[in-house]
């Protein structure tokens, strides 16, 4: 969970803090998909990156299996 406490409350903001506030940071975001028999992590830029690259993967796996499965019964 994000650290919400006010750190130097009333003070100026740094070049680094205000460029990450306006959205030039270097902010990372994880997303972690997973049940007890296997789990997904990536990090990415923005929550948007990191769930395309899961599903990405996901997709990957799945395809994977299916091409193992049909070599298997020929």
């Known amino acids: 969970m ?3 406490t006010k750190q130097d409350a009333g003070q100026d903001l740094s070049n ?3 460029a990450e506030v306006a ?9 972690t998909v997973g049940t007890s028999g296997g789990n997904v992590t990536t990090s990415a830029g923005s929550p ?3 769930m395309t690259s899961i599903y ?8 994977h ?4 499965v049909a070599h298997s019964l020929k």
């Open 2 to 4: 994000e650290d919400t």
């Open 16 to 18: 680094e803090q205000a």
């Open 23 to 31: 959205g030039g940071g270097t902010c990372t975001t994880t997303a």
């Open 48 to 50: 948007g990156e990191a």
């Open 56 to 63: 990405d993967g996901l997709v990957d796996t799945t395809s």
């Open 65 to 68: 299996i299916i091409e193992t």
